[in-house]
Structures are given as C-alpha cells and as structure tokens.
C-alpha cells in the first residue's frame, strides 16, 4: 500500500496552461491531475519519469484542490473541455478514503463544464449518478486505458489495475446511463500488444462492450531509466533480445515513423470492419464546446484519417485549419481549400 500524503496545492495552478493545439485524443483545452502519484503504477506510465522515487511509493492528497479548482475556473471559457487524465488515476485506492475526484466533479457539474475523465478502476461507478447528469446538463465522456484482453498478460503489464474484462463491463454500464465512453490502446508496445490477433480480439472487445470510440498511441520510452523499466517488462512478458526495439525506436523516444505509419493504416483498417469509430465521433460533442474547440476537432479528426489513407497533402491543410482557428482565427483564408468548409462555417456561424 501506498504511503498517503494529506496536503494542500502548493502549484499556482491547479489546471494546466491552456493547450496552444486542441488535443485530438481526448477533446481538451486543458488538464487535470487529481492525485500526485499513483498506487496502480503501471510500469510502462511516462509518470514515473517526473519524480526520483517509485510513482507508487506515496500519493500526495491536495486537500484544497476542488477549491483552487472553483475559483481558477472564473477564468475559464465554459466551452473549454477539461480532460482528468494526467499523472495519476482519479480512481486509485485514495479515492475511497478522500473523495477529491468526486469533489472535483461536484465543481465541474456546478458551472456545466465539459469534462473527460481517463481511469481503470472500476470505482467510478459510484459517481455514475453525478456524470449521468454532468453529461446531460453539457458533456462527460468516460474513458479506460486497455492494452490487451488477454488477463494473463495484463497482468505482467500492469499488476495493480483491474482486469481488462472489468474495465469494459464499467464502460458498458455507464453507456447504458447515457454517457460516451471510449478506450484508450495505450500503449501500443512492439512484440506486446501489437500482433494482428491482439489488436483485433481487443477491437472486437471493444465493439461487444458497446464503446462509442477507441484511439491508439505508442510506447513512449523518454530516458534510459524508462528504458530499463521497459526492458524489465519485456523480461516478464517472454524473452526478447534488446535489438528489437533497437530497431523501432533507433535510439528515439517515440518508435518509427514506418512503424507508426504502418500500425495506423492496420488499425483503422479494423476500425473501419469493425464499424468502429477511431477517435470521438462528432456527434459526442457537437455542439457541446466552444464553436473554435469543435470546428479545430472535427478537422483534426478528420487530418489523422487523411494521413492513414496517403492524403498528406490534405492532412496538412486540416491541420493548419484546425490550429488557426482554435486560436480564434474563425475566417481563415484557405478554408476553401478543404472540402468540409461547409461543416465549419456551420459550425462557426454559432458563435
């Protein structure tokens, strides 16, 4: 068990700076982290690399944070949506005992703010009453993160956390209250959780529990000590020697552009088969944000399928589209260039 640190925020915020582009993944303008620190600690979390001791070892307890939160938040446009998924689960054990995720809920829901929440535990359904009623007043989507269905190998790669099966009945349950929920395939590991059978039993898992999007990154690998973390894993899961993700990663933090391009195009290859949606879809947050926010999402959206299908020249229209106008240009000159001009004039007509 954990050590529990009862504190107060010694941050000047408790919010992040707001993003400078729309996160495609997870809806956000800005972030939250409830906790500091994390008693599920899964290994391979880039979390681990903003501390010198074990991100598991002790979860500091912000006693004040709803409140910063309430007041910070005067300052923040109600279309903004605030993504709880940094450093930390919300639902870690701590939960039980302090009640600050539900607190922080309890503020969003007072001033209708849109909000994503990111969490393996199952614990959340006991504020399913609360986000039933946040999303119908304005916006809440529930996600869990799910590298695999397989229990045996989950639990080589993440001990702690409950059992895949156990995340998807949670997300199943509150899609029938009404709330979009989502998966997260984070991360994508070479010669873990990428073969063609793993990817597809987790998709068709996904597409049974009723899931309304799923979206996808890779292995992060910052530093060395993340590294031998890795290196630890892949010790646990079989044996592997150590050139294999010499040649992914070719000494970079993040893998191959070939590699990433190619497990793009595999995936939303099974999305499309599968009739499943690989990132939110529009209608989960349409007309639920800021006008700027969903008209930067949708091309976004739209710019990722763009470059899985070879379209790169059309990617980066989308992209330069999407980041001017979430910094409020809302008649960029080259709109016309993009054929869902339309959809976004639409949509910026709202303001």
């Known amino acids: 068990m954990a050590n529990y ?14 993003r400078p582009t729309i996160n495609e ?17 899964c290994p391979y979390c880039d979390s681990w690399i903003f501390g010198d001791r074990p991100l598991n070892e002790t979860v500091h307890i912000p ?8 007041a910070e938040l005067e300052a923040v446009n109600p279309g903004d949506l605030i993504a709880i998924t940094a450093l930390s689960d919300p639902y870690q054990a701590a939960e039980q005992t302090y009640r600050i995720t539900r607190q922080t809920l309890q503020v969003l829901a007072k001033r209708k703010q849109p909000c994503l929440l990111l969490t393996k535990s199952a614990s959340v359904m006991e504020d399913a009453d609360l986000l039933q009623r946040m999303n119908q007043d304005g916006l809440a989507i529930i996600m869990t993160t799910l590298l695999t269905m397989d229990p045996h190998l989950a639990e080589k790669l993440e001990g702690k956390a409950p059992p895949p099966a156990m995340r998807l009945e949670m997300l199943t349950a509150l899609k029938r209250l009404g709330v979009p929920v989502g998966v997260a395939l984070l991360p994508i590991m070479p010669y873990v959780n990428d073969t063609q059978s793993a990817l597809r039993t987790t998709l068709r898992a996904c597409v049974a529990a009723g899931v309304d999007f799923v979206i996808w990154d890779y292995l992060h690998i910052p ?98 589209l999407a980041e001017q106008i979430y910094a409020g240009d809302t008649q960029p000159a080259n709109l016309r260039e993009s054929s869902l001009a339309p959809a976004i004039r639409a949509i910026l007509n709202r303001q």
């Open 223 to 320: 530093n060395e000590r993340h590294r031998s973390r890795v290196n630890e894993i892949l010790a646990r899961v079989s044996t592997f020697p150590h050139s294999y993700y010499r040649d992914i990663y070719h000494g970079q933090a993040t893998v191959s552009a070939s590699y990433r391009h190619d497990r793009d195009v595999e995936l939303q290859i099974y999305c499309d088969g599968l009739n499943l949606e690989s990132r939110a879809p529009h209608r989960i947050y349409a007309g639920k944000l800021r006008a700027t926010n969903e008209a930067a999402l949708l091309l976004r959206h739209s710019a990722f399928r763009d470059r899985v299908h070879g379209r790169e020249q059309v990617a980066n229209i989308h992209r330069r």
């Open 63 to 70: 006693l004040d944070l709803p409140q910063r939160l309430d």
């Open 5 to 18: 640190l009862r504190d107060f925020v010694s941050k000047a915020s408790v919010l992040s700076a707001r």
């Open 25 to 41: 993944f997870f809806l956000s303008a800005y972030t939250l982290s409830i906790y500091t620190g994390c008693e599920i600690g």
